[in-house]
Each structure stands twice: as structure tokens, then as C-alpha cells.
């Protein structure tokens, strides 16, 4: 498994985060997901890397960031993780994109294409980036997949809602976790914006993954 942990600069935003809220880094061959999925492609090819097996996650802006760049190259990220993030094209300035974290608005959405399989996570306490942005993201996923079969599951700390195809292949998962805020669930104490006593977003991410590559395999 090689993991790259993409670092934005305080020069290209002041609060070291991506800028997922202008349009000229929401679209393909420009801006942050040109750079970012050069990057990707870089690594896959320096370490032999196949198609299918690479996938993209953040927190937070980083989520966000993730969701834009599963639409925008679903020809190098696989599959995506979106924690306490927001659907691509919530936003087109700085209000926007506090407003959309408050609450999310009438999203642009996608008409049609295939969906992106995704899994997300998001705090019911979070007051930073509102949950029902978790929504919005999986709407925007699902894509042209509008009669999904839906199903729930309970995880210790977490309420888990299932969204398979026709064939039963599972697209996406939405895990609302109980009583956290904004912050990666089962992360290291010692890190930044973490909660070590929530699930382990980062196992369940890897696990989703892998289980889509196996799929794909199959």
C-alpha cells in the first residue's frame, strides 16, 4: 500500500487548505486537480501501480477536494473517501463555501455519467461543515445510479446506509457517526483534528477500497 499526504501551501491559501470552493480548481486539465492528479499518476507509475487501484480521500476542504476529483479523473482515482467534506460545486467563492458548510444548497450536480464509488464519513456533532453535506455528496455519486437500493446497518458509533446498483454491487457508503464533530474519526490522539474514539475511518476507507478493487478483479 503506498500512500502519498498531498500538503497544500500557506502561499496558495493562507489556512494551508485546498481550494476547493473557486472554479478554476473544480475542473479537469487546470488548477489543484490537474497538479493533484499528476501526482497520482507520477507515484502509480513510479511504484507500478494498475489502473483501478488508485484512490483518492481528505478531510474536511481535503474532502472536498476528493470529491472533485473523482468526477473530474474517474479514469485515475478509483473510488473515493470523502470525511467531513462537501459535494463538488457547492461553492464558487469564499461566501459561498461558508454558506455551503453551514447548510448545503441547491447543488449543480450531475446529469448522468457513471457513478463514483465513494464512502463517506461525517460527524453528527460536526458545527464546523454541516452534515448534511454527507447527503449531498452521496447524490452527487450516485450520478446517473437514481434508483439505488438503499439499506442501513449499525456499527458500533456509527449509523451506516448502504447504496447498491442493480447487480448488488455496493457504490457507496454514508457512515454518521454518533457525536463526533469535525474531525477524522479514529484518528491518532496526537494528531490534528482527530477523535480516537470513533471508527476507524481510515481502516473502513481501505477496506472499501480494496473491496471495490477485488470486484473489479473478479
Avoid at 487546470?30 to 497538479?35: D, F, I, M, S, V
Avoid at 455496493?170 to 477524522?184: D, Q, R, T, Y
Wanted: hydrophobic residues 40%; negative net charge.
Amino acid at each position: 500500500l503506498v500512500v502519498i499526504y498531498a500538503d497544500q501551501t500557506r502561499v496558495a491559501n493562507q489556512m494551508g487548505c485546498w481550494n476547493w470552493f473557486r472554479p478554476e480548481d473544480q475542473g479537469r486539465d487546470a488548477g489543484e486537480p490537474a497538479l493533484l492528479s499528476h501526482l497520482a499518476r507520477q507515484v502509480a507509475q513510479e511504484f507500478g501501480i494498475g489502473e483501478g487501484s488508485v484512490y483518492v480521500a481528505g478531510l474536511s476542504a481535503g474532502g472536498a477536494m476528493a470529491a472533485i476529483l473523482g468526477q473530474t479523473y474517474p479514469d485515475v482515482f478509483s473510488a473515493v473517501g470523502v470525511h467531513s467534506g462537501l459535494a463538488a460545486g457547492s461553492a464558487r467563492d469564499v461566501a459561498s463555501a461558508f454558506a455551503a458548510m453551514r447548510g448545503p444548497g441547491a447543488s449543480p450536480g450531475r446529469s448522468g455519467g457513471a457513478p463514483v464509488r465513494t464512502i463517506v464519513f461525517h460527524g453528527t456533532a460536526d458545527s464546523t461543515v454541516a452534515s448534511a453535506n454527507a447527503d449531498a455528496v452521496i447524490e452527487d455519486a450516485l450520478g446517473a445510479l437514481r434508483h439505488a437500493e438503499i439499506r442501513d446497518r449499525s456499527e458500533t458509533g456509527a449509523t451506516v446506509t448502504l447504496f447498491s446498483d442493480e447487480s448488488g454491487a455496493i457504490m457507496a457508503e454514508k457512515w454518521s457517526l454518533g457525536g463526533v464533530a469535525h474531525a477524522w474519526s479514529g484518528g491518532s490522539a496526537e494528531g490534528s483534528y482527530t477523535d480516537p474514539t470513533g471508527p476507524d475511518a481510515s481502516v473502513e476507507m481501505v477496506r472499501f477500497f480494496l473491496a471495490h478493487q477485488a470486484e473489479e478483479q473478479r
